[in-house]
């Protein structure tokens, strides 16, 4: 039994079994990077199989050696070496279901950082504070995540750790929670995608993101996302930043936005559908992190549908078009708006996610739990959200923050849920 496989590796799996075999995250690297020629860090897979044998009886038996084998390719790919003091390799460590579970489950940057390779990534990049930032980052994550007192100093160490935490996130609360409310399978383990470390905390001309190619709320056919400059991937979708709408790109890093959207109407084109992109642009590179069908609200769902039939040069029928809004079309949402001047707003935000709600307020997840399952229907007020909010906004009418981005995996699950989000 195979349980790692290279993110080029040529397969003829039929595409559902591919996903469910390395998950929807890898399989989809495995297309953009051998399939579609798109700029992909490399890297490789370990399968759900391999999370499935972990969680019934331990770390499986062989898979040390292929691990080894595989990190060898890495290293020969990306021209560093693994622990090396004086030109280190670093890799991201991140779940990857079968089915989409945005930020359900653990992600672990800058694996490989020990006290040695942080001087040499400092001396390589010359530049300390930004090996600093990324050997703070790893300490918080790791912590965190693993729930180790401190991180190892031997990196092949870490990674062990690092992958065993995320095999362990499949039973996380939020995880389970997430698929109670989604009614996905709990028997399906998540894989674990490693790849090389890219940057986008590397200087000024380094940035991270997440772009949809049409806007997720409401259906406009135009890039929507968020970015941030000299941060990392998680600053986006962890909703902890105050993002910058994607069309800055075009005046800090216009080489690189230009580059964004040929490749986000290639993936369109591709899925024939909405695609929600994560991106890194490393001292002006464009890297590719992840691409999946974007989850949207109901009215956007309506009109992408609508103006994707219509254009003649789009791959999806007028019947395919039905088909896919059919249960909008059977059960439309039956709510409308309105305004009066004779009540003053109190606030006004950003759309996340567009719908009506009224309720009680809790500003927990425990408290909008509670609240919901005495009959009181409730909007959960945080400063902002996170993954682990999960159980809170499934008994929640609306979510109400007041930090975080269009693109966090907060609201993208708010959308998909079709929660009133801002």
């Not at 945005?102 to 090996?131: C, E, H, K, Q, W």
């Not at 993954?387 to 809170?392: H, L």
Request: aromatic share 6%.
């Amino acid at each position: 039994m195979t349980f790692v496989y290279s993110l080029d590796d040529k397969h003829d799996l039929p595409p559902d079994e591919l996903v469910a075999l390395i998950g929807g995250k890898a399989a989809n690297l495995n297309l953009m990077a051998s399939g579609l020629d798109l700029p992909v860090p490399p890297g490789f897979a370990i399968t759900t199989e391999a999370c499935r044998v972990y969680l019934a009886a331990g770390w499986p038996s062989g898979l040390d050696g292929e691990l080894a084998a595989a990190m060898r390719r890495l290293e020969a790919s990306a021209g560093r070496r693994f622990g090396d003091p004086h030109n280190p390799l670093l890799v991201s460590v991140r779940s990857g279901a079968p089915v989409s579970m945005p930020g359900m489950m653990d992600t672990i940057l800058n694996v490989g950082l020990s006290g040695a390779t942080t001087r040499g990534l400092a001396a390589v990049s010359g530049d300390a504070a930004f090996a600093a930032d990324c050997r703070r980052r790893l300490e918080e994550m790791f912590t965190k995540t693993v729930g180790a007192a401190a991180v190892p100093d031997d990196p092949r160490q870490q990674l062990r750790e690092a992958i065993e935490a995320v095999f362990a996130s499949w039973n996380s609360d939020r995880a389970r929670a997430y698929r109670n409310h989604e009614g996905i399978a709990d028997d399906l383990g998540t894989a674990v995608t490693v790849q090389a470390m890219v940057f986008g905390n590397w200087g000024a001309d380094s940035a991270t993101g997440v772009l949809f190619t049409r806007n997720p709320a409401t259906g406009e056919p135009a890039l929507y996302g968020d970015v941030l400059f000299a941060s990392q991937g998680e600053d986006v979708v962890a909703g902890t930043h105050r993002t910058q709408p994607l069309g800055v790109l075009d005046e800090r890093l216009p080489a690189a936005g230009r580059e964004l959207r040929r490749h986000a109407h290639t993936l369109e084109r591709h899925f024939v559908d909405l695609c929600d992109v994560e991106f890194t642009i490393e001292q002006g590179k464009l890297w590719l992190l992840q691409v999946r069908v974007g989850k949207r609200s109901a009215q956007a769902a309506l009109r992408i549908a609508v103006d994707m039939a219509e254009d003649v040069d789009f791959p999806l029928t007028r019947a395919e078009a039905v088909k896919r809004v059919g249960s909008f079309l059977a059960h439309p949402p039956m709510i409308s708006t309105g305004h009066t001047r004779e009540v003053a707003p109190l606030a006004v935000g950003l759309p996340a996610s567009p719908g009506v709600a009224t309720g009680e307020i809790a500003t927990s997840p425990s408290e909008a739990v509670i609240a919901a399952e005495a009959g009181h229907p409730v909007i959960l007020v945080r400063a902002e959200t996170s993954p682990d909010d999960i159980q809170g906004m499934a008994k929640a009418v609306g979510v109400l923050t007041s930090r975080g981005g269009l693109a966090s995996h907060a609201a993208v699950v708010a959308r998909g849920w079709g929660m009133a989000t801002s």
